[in-house]
């Protein structure tokens, strides 16, 4: 008996990877395809072997290894989004903003993920979660197309410009973000900072509002007009 298989070749977290894959490929069971998920460790490079038997592919339906291949698709994109996301996300602000000191980074960072994380449950920011995951499916399976092995950083780094593209965008509004953040603290401080060193003249002040959007003014003896 002859077996398809597809491997991915990982540097750490291949239990975590493991775990995802089998999850996605429990529903290839429920099709009646027998498939086993195995680490070998080989000169201390790990890979994942995921295997489906040939016989039952070409009995019963010749798209069963396309199924194979479109669920472990979705379980390495998961991954790629759980563990690589935040990873790439701080490369992209230290190349690309390196002038920013680190705290305003970190900031810059946890709104980057905030936007990511659609944490405000914002509907645009919901089609672009789903977006950016469906463009990582998309690139394994057209790389699965051509080989039946995989090095999942290699991949990550060479393979997903487009995806890497989408967080750049996301950083770029975070900054926007953090810039507008920045500037509003800042007038709020200059605006107490003046408003500290200017000597009152009244302890209290009275305001009576009245018909037609006119208001006045009374000092604390309820004295004075100053409309």
Do not use: P, W
């Amino acid at each position: 008996m002859q077996y398809q298989y597809l491997s991915i070749g990982v540097k750490d977290n291949a239990e975590n990877i493991v775990q995802q894959i089998d999850k996605e490929l429990q529903q290839l069971k429920e099709k009646s395809i027998n498939y086993s998920i195995k680490e070998i460790d080989l000169e201390g490079v790990t890979s994942v072997v995921c295997n489906i038997e040939e016989e039952a592919l070409i009995s019963k339906n010749s798209n069963k290894y396309e199924l194979l291949k479109y669920h472990v698709s979705n379980a390495l994109a998961e991954h790629v989004i759980q563990q690589y996301e935040e990873k790439l996300l701080n490369r992209i602000i230290n190349s690309n903003y390196g002038y920013f000191s680190l705290s305003e980074k970190k900031e810059i960072l946890h709104i980057s993920l905030k936007i990511i994380k659609n944490d405000d449950k914002v509907f645009y920011n919901t089609l672009f979660q789903i977006r950016r995951r469906n463009m990582i499916v998309k690139k394994l399976m057209e790389y699965f197309e051509g080989s039946s092995s995989i090095i999942l950083d290699g991949f990550v780094n060479f393979r997903l410009k487009e995806y890497i593209k989408e967080l750049e965008d996301i950083i770029d509004n975070a900054v926007d973000d953090f810039l507008i953040e920045r500037e509003y603290r800042e007038f709020i401080r200059l605006l107490r900072y003046f408003v500290e060193i200017q000597d009152s003249k009244f302890n209290f002040v009275h305001v009576i509002m009245q018909y037609g959007e006119k208001y006045i003014l009374l000092d604390e003896k309820k004295t004075g007009n100053y409309k």
